[in-house]
């Protein structure tokens, strides 16, 4: 079953595409990695997902609904740069995100204790966000977007400002997630971290969706060896791509 389907899905600003006839299927229970150099679509696509951003043109399909207000509620999202409110504490923060979806409360103060435990941001639950390095901000916003438990999760640039030991507890969380049968959707530049994370990719190029599937998958398209690596395809792919375009 398809989590997130995008039909001929395009955005332009101006005379400018950012996206171009893109037709994505992100199955249930996948880890999608969305690659790409920067500039060529990824924020932008996974904006019109959540609606920030309205399509020019195409249609997007998620949890088997185009209904934005109904499927919203149901997807978590983390953008690059995430604006949070610097005069609450984490916990008002995380409360207040918790009643805007509807959380119950009761489900929420276990989420909020089992998510800042797992962020070892416990002690400062009292902190005001203000006050806390880029790092931790990062953390408050990606237990944001776990609240709800939501069946879809739209990632934009996730590991930004992690410690290695914050990586891996986010790593093995989506991956839990997924095996509870919800779809992940992250865009990353860490290609090694998409290797080991992603089930499959999509790498884009300059508003256009070049290759899709496994890494064994974009092996063969890209007629690269089997001990090839991602960023090795990646590369490949994408320097390819700039000539055919």
């Known amino acids: 079953m398809s989590a997130i389907e995008t039909f001929d899905l395009t955005k332009k600003f101006g005379e400018f595409v950012a996206v171009d006839g893109l037709n994505l299927n992100v199955k249930e229970g996948e880890i999608f990695g969305l690659l ?6 990824k924020s932008t696509t996974i904006k019109m997902l959540i609606g920030l951003l309205k399509p020019s043109g195409g249609r997007i399909t998620v949890l088997g609904s185009e209904n934005l207000m109904e499927y919203k509620g149901r997807t978590g999202y983390l953008p690059e740069n995430p604006a ?19 959380v119950e ?9 089992e998510l800042t435990h797992t962020f070892s941001l416990e002690e400062k639950l009292k902190s005001y966000i203000g006050s806390l390095s880029h790092g931790m901000r990062q953390k408050v916003a990606i237990s944001a977007a776990l609240l709800a438990d939501p069946k879809v999760l739209l990632l934009d640039e996730p590991l930004t400002g992690l410690d290695p030991k914050s990586q891996r507890d986010f790593k093995d969380i989506i991956r839990e997630k997924a095996k509870d049968h919800s779809s992940i959707l992250l865009s990353t530049h860490i290609l090694d971290v998409a290797e080991r994370l992603c089930t499959s990719v999509g790498i884009f190029n300059k508003g256009k969706l ?3 599937g496994t890494l064994d998958d974009l092996r063969e398209l890209s007629e690269s060896s089997s001990s090839s690596t991602l960023e090795d395809v990646f590369i490949k792919l994408t320097e390819e791509g700039e000539k055919d375009i």
């Open 36 to 41: 790409g150099p920067n500039g060529a679509g």
């Open 84 to 102: 949070i409110y610097e005069y609450l504490t984490i916990k008002e923060f995380l409360t207040f995100i918790g009643r805007i979806k509807k």
């Open 210 to 212: 070049m290759a899709t």
């Open 105 to 113: 409360k009761d489900v929420l103060d276990e989420k909020i204790i």
